[in-house]
């Protein structure tokens, strides 16, 4: 009895999070609904425009055609010759989601359902992931809130829809910790399904959650060597991450297949890439890009008539102010006098929002 209690308990709480961060949702992306849901799109009419074509491409060309090979080619780009969309942002895994949508909603309304999704989806998964080491639930709801409608994820929705999908990003690293804390192996699973998710909404996301899980391999076999002056621990970590890529790369092997052989078979000079590119050090150091140095006003005129709100894509430098309000938050969290298994976790979302978000590179880079 208790335990059917604590289930439906806990089973309401997510409901109501959900709720929550669907009301909000709507609330800062109202316009669009006043504009006209099924007339307009989210974001400023530029980039969001093809990839209403991906979906519309993987409906009718590749899944109603039954022809998986249209996923990486098409010859309704530079007729008769086509082009390649290995290199595409194709987001192939919403495209696929928008599928069945589209023969309920037009392709407009099917793609503001899934750009408003990705905001209450962010701010649920950042909810929980936070629940694995915040007891308070109130500081736990914050952080979605922070997260979720931080100023990088709002100017997304301009029209970047691959790159605003960040919320497989987070159900992967809440499924990962879990499996760093609970040492079960349906965690360890999961959490290679969900990093090949990643990949296949975005590959972008997928290298940099593959140099994450590096930097944790290091981190986990240099803290055993330290503390047992053994590294068994250590290699048996680094082992199960292998298998965590290994799941993403069996999932998304198709495409990274295509890329590999049309990344060396390019006739595009390999050398302007270090034009474009940037080191690990930008990430640390203050340079020309930091958004530190690209305080730009939040309010634009032409912003007037755009359904993303009040926001601009330059503005993503005022995420710094995540950190006294992540401060705020650990404040709360002590006066509540409610145990955490970690307050080092709000510790390292502050330092990491201040290197990230502060000192990174500006507007689309990342």
């Known amino acids: 009895m208790k335990l059917n209690k604590k289930f439906w308990s806990t089973f309401l709480e997510h409901i109501i999070v959900i709720e929550i961060y669907t009301l909000l949702t709507i609330i800062v992306f109202h316009k669009i609904f006043v504009l006209g849901f099924d007339k307009y799109i989210i974001g400023d009419y530029g980039d969001g425009w093809h990839f209403i074509w991906n979906f519309w491409w993987v409906k009718e060309k590749v899944i109603l055609e039954g022809n998986l090979s249209r996923l990486f080619y098409t010859d309704y780009l530079f007729y008769p010759h086509g082009a390649t969309l ?125 140099i994450f899980i590096g930097i944790s391999c290091i981190y986990f076999f240099l803290f055993d060597l330290f503390k047992s002056k053994k590294f068994k621990k250590g290699l048996d970590f680094s082992f199960k991450n292998l298998i965590v890529a290994g799941i993403a790369c069996l999932i998304t092997f198709p495409w990274l297949l295509k890329m590999y052989f049309g990344y060396i078979t390019s006739p595009f000079p390999k050398k302007y890439g270090k034009f474009i590119t940037l080191t690990i050090k930008n990430y640390f150091l203050p340079h020309y890009f930091s958004v530190g140095f690209d305080f730009l006003p939040v309010f634009e005129e032409t912003f007037s008539k755009s359904p993303v709100p009040w926001i601009i894509e330059n503005s993503v430098g005022f995420g710094i102010l995540t950190i006294p309000l992540l401060f705020i938050l650990f404040i709360i969290t002590l006066l509540r006098r409610k145990r955490s298994k970690n307050f080092t976790f709000l510790f390292t979302v502050i330092f990491y929002n201040f290197l990230y978000i502060h000192l990174s590179v500006s507007r689309n880079c990342f």
């Open 86 to 210: 290995v290199f595409h942002t194709l987001s192939p895994l919403n495209c696929f989601i928008a599928f069945p949508l589209t023969y309920i909603f037009n392709l407009r309304a099917t793609y503001n359902i899934l750009v408003l999704s990705s905001f209450i989806l962010t701010g649920y998964f950042s909810y929980i992931l936070a629940k694995t080491f915040i007891e308070d639930k109130f500081p736990c709801f914050l952080t979605g809130l922070f997260i979720t409608l931080s100023p990088f994820h709002i100017s997304k929705a301009l029209g970047y829809f691959n790159l605003l999908k960040i919320e497989w990003i987070i159900l992967f690293l809440y499924f990962y910790f879990k499996f760093i804390l609970k040492k079960r192996n349906r965690y360890l699973l999961l959490s290679g399904i969900t990093l090949g998710i990643v990949g296949l909404s975005e590959f972008h996301y997928l290298y940099f959650s593959f």
